[in-house]
């Protein structure tokens, strides 16, 4: 990465991660899955108000941003967090450190 911040599709889709974290779900969310756990949707809504389909909603958008994948495991989707676009945001907010 250059510099200046790089090319602007890799800023852009930064952005997006920064984004998808501006919202406290969504950082709950990462924070839960961060220790390299998969967990359902089932897992992720225990002990939480929210409903499998607030959950959903939230971990699309975070998919959308690169930072979870899901894969199918029997009935349900088993998502985990992707570190590579949470290291592209470290790398960003280094640069912004340095000035």
Do not use: C, P
């Not at 501006?22 to 002990?47: M, V």
């Amino acid at each position: 990465m250059a510099r200046n911040g790089g090319g602007t599709s890799r800023l852009r889709a930064t952005a997006t991660v920064f984004a998808a974290l501006g919202d406290r779900t969504r950082l709950r969310l990462a924070a839960r899955l961060s220790d390299g756990a998969r967990l359902s949707i089932t897992k992720l809504t225990t002990g939480s108000a929210m409903t499998r389909q607030a959950v959903t909603k939230h971990l699309r958008v975070m998919e959308h941003a690169g930072l979870v994948r899901s894969s199918r495991q029997g009935r349900e989707n088993i998502w985990r967090l992707e570190d590579r676009r949470l290291k592209e945001a470290q790398r960003y907010l280094k640069l912004i450190l340095a000035g």
